[in-house]
């Protein structure tokens, strides 16, 4: 576990997640067995619109079960949230330099369905470690564990209520930057959509 980088299974995460991964050499380990957290960038995103940061929520099965793991939390289709998520996302980047040379890897992530939330997003993790040329194993924790002394623990550091990980981040070129200005630490699929290729020299 010494020189991993403990990260939550988060649902096309933000810049700093990637951030991260990209300072830290060592493996990256999902963590299966946290409970799951509302509100948080397990089940959520945000994308930059012509009318601003849009958050995209992915709806999950409530149970009664207050505490559930993350390894056990089921997506719920009531709701063809795919459909609306998967058009929000070409509304707002269909214009974007690199959105048609990513799209049909993105695109079957909104049209099959995954029962779990933990393989949903970890696939997509995969995918985007691809896109941005990082190459890192992944692992996953056998059991829950509330600290992990020796190794890089962002569980909870990589939230949307708290602050960023990027130092004063740099601004890259957005799609709607002169009418909503630059928009820090979004989905991370805003800065593969608008830098393509040079995605990993921007982390």
Same mark, same amino acid.
């Given at each position: $576990?010494? /020189?991993?980088?403990?990260?939550?299974?988060?649902?096309?995460?933000? @810049?700093?997640?990637?951030?991260?991964?990209?300072? #830290?050499?060592?493996? @990256?380990?999902?963590?299966?067995?946290?409970? =799951?957290?509302?509100?948080?960038?397990?089940?959520?995103?945000?994308?930059?619109?012509? /009318?601003?940061?849009?958050?995209?929520?992915?709806?999950?099965?409530?149970?009664?079960?207050?505490?559930?793991? $993350?390894?056990?939390?089921? @997506?719920?289709?009531?709701?063809?949230?795919?459909?609306?998520?998967?058009?929000?996302?070409?509304?707002?980047?269909?214009?974007?330099?690199?959105?048609?040379?990513?799209?049909?890897? =993105?695109?079957? =992530?909104?049209?099959?369905?995954?029962?779990?939330? %933990?393989? %949903? /997003?970890? $696939?997509?993790?995969?995918?985007?470690?691809?896109?941005?040329?990082?190459?890192?194993?992944?692992?996953?924790?056998?059991? %829950?564990?509330?600290?992990?002394?020796?190794?890089?623990?962002?569980?909870?550091?990589?939230?949307?209520?708290?602050?960023?990980?990027?130092?004063?981040?740099?601004?890259?070129?957005?799609?709607?930057?002169?009418? #909503?200005?630059?928009?820090?630490?979004?989905?991370?699929?805003?800065?593969?959509?608008?830098?393509?290729?040079?995605?990993?020299?921007?982390?």
């Amino acid at each position: $576990m010494s /020189n991993s980088i403990i990260l939550s299974a988060s649902y096309l995460p933000p @810049i700093s997640y990637f951030h991260a991964i990209s300072k #830290n050499e060592g493996d @990256i380990v999902l963590d299966k067995y946290e409970h =799951f957290p509302k509100q948080t960038y397990r089940n959520r995103t945000r994308i930059a619109t012509a /009318n601003g940061v849009l958050d995209l929520i992915v709806p999950i099965q409530h149970g009664r079960q207050e505490r559930i793991a $993350m390894k056990d939390v089921k @997506i719920n289709y009531d709701h063809d949230w795919q459909r609306l998520h998967w058009l929000s996302i070409q509304t707002a980047y269909r214009s974007s330099p690199y959105f048609e040379f990513y799209e049909d890897e =993105f695109r079957p =992530f909104y049209e099959n369905k995954y029962e779990l939330l %933990f393989d %949903f /997003n970890e $696939m997509q993790l995969q995918l985007i470690l691809k896109c941005l040329k990082l190459k890192r194993t992944i692992a996953y924790t056998e059991k %829950f564990e509330k600290e992990y002394p020796e190794a890089l623990d962002l569980r909870h550091v990589i939230h949307p209520k708290k602050e960023s990980l990027l130092p004063s981040p740099k601004p890259y070129y957005q799609l709607f930057e002169e009418r #909503n200005g630059f928009l820090p630490d979004l989905s991370v699929l805003d800065l593969i959509f608008n830098q393509g290729p040079q995605s990993k020299n921007y982390l």
